[in-house]
Every structure is written in structure tokens, then in C-alpha cells.
């Protein structure tokens, strides 16, 4: 059958595609001339990397909690820049701690470092009104921004309370992170900031124009290895503060000193695409589907975005195989193993690209690299040699080049109503809307029952076609924001997020909630069939907050595999370069507990093969099982 053949291409491209790793690719990246002479590069010391450790600290307590309105205008950039190169020639740990103070001092006044903790922390009595920095996670980056606070509350820190924190083996800080009073314009920070605007630091060697038609001129702000520091201090941060799922990740133990690694593998490439891949490898760390790292620079305004290019072939990755799905080369036939990419075993670079990924989940992960990672060039018309085994035929060699901006896939059938009466739907279809699910109501209402398959991501459209089925209005479920008024995660506080509720199309507040929620006002119809759903890995995100819907109400039974385990909306952090997404919202199941990394759990598990859908033939077959019991 139709559906039954094609239904594996139906998990491709949508969303996971949107947030896929732009990793090292196998054609090298020409987009971008990289004079490797030209780069400076040091071998960092342990001291080097305690170092730049301590100043990355410091950096993120008092750039996001130490509330000063006079740095509005603040280059941050720059100054890391300026502050790594001033750290540079500390030996020891009291110069570290000098250099520091002097550097720090004209942001934060009230700035000060002890060796003892046990004598730093002095809870004065509680003033109001008081300042604080409350930071937000949203879709376009983090929010820092001061808040005024008369009345005392718990979940705020203390009032001009110094807080230590340690920065450093043997250093450590205090500083208040709420005030009564915002600090007053001083002529040393005046002359701070004199000295940070001094800091050059130019986008391309030549002008942005041309180097966008030419492509042939290098990075000019990357050169400097201080530049490139100064860039992952500001990763390492947001990473630290503001990813919500750290506890489940285990950063917390493990982050620092994979920044410390990260530092010395910085400092020491020599093109764009080294420090590129080394980005990757670090955010590696970071299991979330979403997070997607950019092959971007930006400065300021101004920046320019490196495309990347696909062949005409899709594949899928079968018990550690790489099959081909389609071809639009009929010399490729479908089925077929390809065993080596580029004169190089396929397995070896699967999981190269995995270590370059960021994933909740291995099968998502495997996921991402199938459907896009696994040909992806930064080159239009690289040429890729690929060995390939077909059944029982002699091994053949064959290329395939990079020609489309976007990963290629056969688009699935929208909807089939079969002989036996039943319905398939696929919610992740390009190909459907609600205007063609509408002129097929009637013909499902009388339908004995429905298969809704949300393997990929869900269209916009489900939302509409949930509320035809639905006999209750369903509310979102654990979808909070984070707000942060401590470091490193403390008292976090979570703000429950209300949106996509979908009610039912026959409900009078049908109108107002569908443009509340922001979906398609559906036709006044309710369906009565049976239901089963398919997901598997691929369900991702917004799908699973439908999934989520779907099994806490009850609307049909769930077969397949565990969703992505990746929810909640993403914010995307701009960087001088290799800006990156990430989970910014964290989502949990019903009862609270972990939904990160492990999903939305089917009724009926149930594995595919590289070329049989048994997903949805056990669909078929409960179905017809269920309505004999009828």
C-alpha cells in the first residue's frame, strides 16, 4: 500500500531540520578563505585555563546579576577581549586577583576578594525599596534587565547582602546581587569604557559586500585567539545560568572543566572551521535536540550566515547502516547500504557526527545525522563519492553532489481513507491543511476509525484537527519559563506558560479559544471514531506537546516509539560568532517528572525497520482488533 511504503519519509525535515547541528561537514568549507598563517594560536597552560576560568566567572556574576544601569552601553565583547589579554601576563594568583579587581571594580564597586568563605557572607537587615537583575529566558536571547522591587519577598536575594562566590581554586569573590541603591557614574568606569572602545574589532578584512560575493576573504576578529576566548566565555555562561535542564544533563559537574578543555582547543585552531567544530564538540555536552550551533559571524549589526548545501538522496540509519530511501538519481536504487562516504567508513562517520551534535536521546541523534548531518556541505556542488551495496550485487562507486539549500525528502501523503474503512492522517504532512481535512469530515465520520501519525514534527494544522476529536477542552501541560534572580541555577523560579489550549470545535468558546491559542478555527464537527496515534524519535517539540495531550486525555491509544524527549520554547543566543539554540523553556510531564531526554511514552512500543513500517501495520491490526471487540 501507498502510505505503507512511504510513511518512513514522513519522520524527515520539518522541525528537527530547523534546530539540526551545522557541524563539520565531510567536503571542507570554502565559503570563507582561512589563511591558517595568519591566525594567532597559543598553547594554553594549566594556569592559562585556571585563569580564564576565573575571569569567566566573574564575568557571568556580574554581567547578569549585579544590577548597574550604567552599562546599557556596555561592550561586554570587547571588554572580555581587552580582560583576556590583561590576564594574560598574571603569574600567580594574587596578580590574577589584581588584574581582576582592577578590571571589575568600576562595574561593580561593592566588589571584593577574600580566601576565607566562611567569613564572607553578612545578611544585613532586609531594605526596600531595592534592585535587583532578573533574568528571563525568551525566543530572541537572554533578558537581563534591573528591576525595582518594594516589597520583600523569599525568592529574592538579600539587600546588600554580599554574596561569596568562588571564581578560582584558591579565589574567591563577594559582591551584592540586590541593592538599595544603584551605583553612581564614576570616571573610572568612564575610563573603562574609554579603554574597551578602543578595542578593534572589524567583521572581514575587506568590505562586507565584497566578501559576500567573493567569499574569499578571511575572518578578521577571529585571528586573535583573545577574540575567540573572549566569545566562549560568553557560551560557557548562558550555557551555565541559563539552560534549564543542566541538573538533568549533569553539567553542573562536568561543565567547568569542559570549558577549561574548550579554552586550550580555542586557542590553538587556526581557520574558522576548527573553531567551528570545536564549538560543536563542546555543545555535545549539551543533550537537547534543539540546540543547533550557526555557522554565523556577527558583529554588532552587521554579519553574514554561511549556507549549507544537500544532494538529492535521503537515507536512514538501521541497526548502525546507513540505507538509502530515495534518489532522485535512478542509478541509486532505494534500499541500497552505502559503506563508505568519501573513501571512509560510513559507521566512522556517523559517529563523528554524533560527537559534533547536541541530542536529548541517541535514536534522535541518529536522527538528526540521517536526515541532514550526514551530507551536509557548506559548498554548493561538492562532489561526494559514496560505495554502495545493493542486495546481492557487486559493490559500486558513485557520486552525488550538493546542489539543494535544504535537505531532500519525498513529501508523504496527507490523507487516505483505505478500503477497510480506515483513515490515515499524517499531521506532519507539507502536503495537508485543514481545508482538505474539512472537505473529508463527512466521509470520516462514517470511518471506522482514524490512524493520526505524528512521527516529525506536527503542522500547524493539528491543532484544528485535534479540536474535531476532542471531547474536552485540553490544556498545555508543564510548559514554564525560567526567571533568575541568583547564580548558578539557584531558586530558579518557573513561570507557568499558558498557551495552545485547543477546545472542542463544537464548544461555543470554539472562536475564542482557537484564536487564543493561535490555530485555524475549526468546522463545527465533532468525530466519533476510534483513534490510534504513531510517534517515534522524531516526534519532537511542538509534536509532543500534542502527544502529551493526546495521552492525558485519553483521545487514542499511542504506538510506537519514545518521542525526542526535547520540549519547551527555544531561545536563540547571538554571538559574535557560532550563535547557537537552545531549550529555553522547560517542559515536564503531568505528574512532574522528567520528560528531558526520555519522552513521551507510547502504550504499545513498537521498532521499525529500514524499509517496513511496522509502526503502522500494528496500527492496522489493533484497529482491526478493536472493532471486532466492538
Known amino acids: 500500500m501507498m502510505i505503507e511504503k512511504n510513511i518512513l519519509n514522513s519522520h524527515t525535515i520539518s522541525s528537527i531540520l530547523k534546530s539540526a547541528l551545522l557541524l563539520l561537514v565531510i567536503i571542507p568549507c570554502n565559503s570563507f578563505a582561512l589563511n591558517s598563517k595568519k591566525w594567532e594560536v597559543k598553547e594554553l597552560s594549566k594556569k592559562d585555563k585556571e585563569h580564564i576560568t576565573a575571569l569567566s566567572n566573574l564575568y557571568g556574576y556580574v554581567r547578569y546579576y549585579y544590577p548597574n544601569d550604567n552599562l546599557e552601553d556596555f561592550d561586554w565583547y570587547k571588554f572580555l577581549i581587552l580582560s583576556v589579554a590583561e590576564i594574560e601576563g598574571c603569574n600567580n594568583t594574587e596578580e590574577l586577583k589584581e588584574t581582576l ?58 539587600t546588600d547582602s554580599l554574596y561569596c562566590f568562588s571564581i578560582h581554586s584558591d579565589l574567591k569573590v563577594s559582591l551584592p546581587i540586590a541593592v538599595s541603591s544603584l551605583p553612581q557614574k564614576s570616571k573610572q568606569l568612564s575610563k573603562l569604557k574609554s579603554r574597551v572602545k578602543k578595542v578593534k574589532v572589524s567583521l572581514f578584512t575587506k568590505p562586507l559586500l565584497g566578501v559576500l560575493i567573493t567569499g574569499k576573504k578571511e575572518i578578521s576578529f577571529l585571528k586573535s585567539y583573545n577574540a575567540r576566548i573572549a566569545n566562549e566565555i560568553m557560551r560557557s555562561n548562558v550555557v551555565n545560568y541559563f539552560y534549564p535542564f543542566c541538573t538533568e544533563d549533569k553539567l553542573f559537574s562536568t561543565w567547568g572543566e569542559s570549558c577549561k578543555e574548550h579554552w586550550g582547543k580555542v586557542a590553538l585552531c587556526n581557520n574558522a572551521v576548527e573553531y567551528y567544530a570545536a564549538v560543536c564538540e563542546l555543545m555535545h555536552s549539551v543533550k537537547d535536540s534543539h540546540t543547533s550551533v550557526n555557522f554565523a559571524m556577527g558583529i554588532g549589526k552587521v554579519g553574514t550566515y554561511s549556507s549549507t548545501y544537500f544532494p538529492e538522496i535521503q537515507t536512514s540509519i538501521y541497526n548502525g547502516k546507513l540505507y538509502i530511501q530515495s534518489s532522485k538519481d535512478e542509478t541509486i536504487p532505494e534500499g541500497s547500504i552505502i559503506t563508505k562516504i568519501n573513501n571512509i567508513e560510513t559507521d566512522s562517520i556517523i559517529q563523528r557526527k554524533l560527537k559534533k551534535s547536541s541530542y536529548s536521546n541517541l535514536n534522535t541523534g541518529l536522527y538528526k545525522v ?242 517496513k513500517d511496522n509502526q503502522l501495520k500494528t496500527a492496522i491490526r489493533y484497529m482491526h482488533k478493536m472493532l471486532r471487540t466492538l
Not at 576565607?116 to 533574568?135: L, V
Request: charged share 20%.
Open 101 to 158: 579587581y582592577t578590571l571589575f571594580q568600576p562595574i561593580c564597586p561593592q566588589l571584593s576578594f577574600e580566601i576565607n568563605a566562611e567569613t564572607m557572607h553578612a545578611a544585613y537587615k532586609k531594605r526596600t525599596p531595592f534592585y535587583i537583575r532578573e533574568n528571563r529566558n525568551e525566543p530572541g536571547g537572554i533578558i537581563s534587565k534591573i528591576k525595582k522591587i518594594d516589597v520583600s519577598d523569599t525568592k529574592y536575594p538579600v
Open 370 to 611: 540521517q536526515s541532514s548531518l550526514i551530507f551536509e556541505s557548506m559548498k554548493k556542488d561538492s562532489l561526494i563519492t559514496l560505495n554502495i551495496q545493493y542486495a546481492d550485487r557487486p559493490e559500486t562507486i558513485t557520486q552525488i553532489t550538493t546542489t539543494r539549500s535544504y535537505p531532500y525528502a519525498v513529501d508523504v501523503p496527507f490523507m487516505e481513507i483505505r478500503k477497510d474503512s480506515l483513515a490515515y492522517v499524517n499531521l506532519t504532512s507539507p502536503l495537508g491543511s485543514y481545508e482538505i481535512f474539512e472537505t473529508k469530515i463527512p466521509e470520516l465520520k462514517n470511518a471506522k476509525g482514524i490512524i493520526f501519525d505524528l512521527r516529525g514534527y506536527a503542522q500547524p494544522y493539528a491543532m484544528s484537527i485535534l479540536a474535531n476529536i476532542t471531547e474536552q477542552t485540553m490544556l498545555l501541560g508543564n510548559l514554564s519559563q525560567p526567571i533568575s534572580y541568583f547564580p548558578n541555577q539557584l531558586n530558579t523560579e518557573y513561570i507557568p506558560v499558558e498557551k495552545w489550549d485547543i477546545t472542542p470545535a463544537i464548544s461555543p468558546e470554539s472562536k475564542i479559544l482557537a484564536e487564543k491559542s493561535g490555530y485555524q478555527l475549526p468546522a463545527n464537527y465533532h468525530i466519533t471514531a476510534p483513534c490510534v496515534f504513531l510517534m517515534d524519535y522524531s516526534s519532537i517539540s511542538y509534536t509532543e506537546t500534542l502527544l502529551d495531550m493526546v495521552k492525558h486525555y485519553q483521545l487514542g491509544t499511542i504506538i510506537g516509539e519514545n518521542s525526542a524527549g526535547c520540549n519547551g520554547d527555544m531561545t536563540y543566543i547571538k554571538l559574535p560568532f557560532a550563535s547557537f539554540s537552545m531549550t529555553g523553556w522547560k517542559f515536564s510531564n503531568r505528574d512532574g517528572s522528567q520528560h528531558h531526554g526520555i519522552g513521551i511514552i507510547p502504550d504499545i512500543v513498537v521498532e521499525n525497520e529500514y524499509d
